[in-house]
């Protein structure tokens, strides 16, 4: 059976080949670092990808190395070995600096990047919504956000904490 850690491995394999520049997982998923889980479907890697030039994003360059790699997108999603991988272009320079200061987190042996706790509730306050909310008050509960550290993000990106 397939781990977490084989999904990792294929990511490490993407970004030492240039496929992603860079990646952190974020989303639901990551809490399991900072706080009590919480129900998810799947894992949402947030990426940068190598320049192409033009202004629109395609991750159809991501999608076909995948594929060879026997890896079908379905629907929004690519199952990477087993778990449902959402693969998100990074949208904004919040996500920007959380790819770039991503916490360096080791499973089965293969090393990984997970967004920080300030990070991950910065961008749940930027998007809204009572779930995302009931996420951020989660990591302030286990004492793992920091909230000068949070404020001071949310202040440079103009994020209502």
């Given at each position: ?140 509960q286990s004492g ?18």
């Amino acid at each position: 059976m397939a781990s977490f850690g084989d999904v990792f491995r294929v990511l490490n394999d993407l970004e030492g080949e240039a496929i992603i520049e860079r990646y952190a997982l974020g989303g639901a998923m990551a809490m399991v670092f900072w706080a009590e889980p919480t129900v998810t479907f799947d894992l949402d890697i947030f990426v940068f990808l190598p320049e192409t030039g033009s202004p629109l994003v395609s991750l159809e360059p991501l999608y076909a190395a995948l594929r060879r790699r026997g890896f079908e997108p379905r629907a929004e999603h690519v199952l990477v070995h087993d778990p449902p991988v959402q693969f998100i272009a990074s949208p904004n320079t919040l996500a920007d600096e959380a790819i770039e200061h991503a916490a360096s987190q080791e499973i089965d042996g293969v090393p990984f990047r997970v967004m920080r706790p300030e990070h991950l509730a910065a961008l749940w306050l930027q998007a809204g919504g009572a779930k995302r909310r009931e996420r951020v008050e989660l990591l302030r509960q286990s004492g793992s956000l920091d909230e000068s550290a949070l404020a001071e993000v949310c202040r440079r990106h103009g994020v209502r904490s």
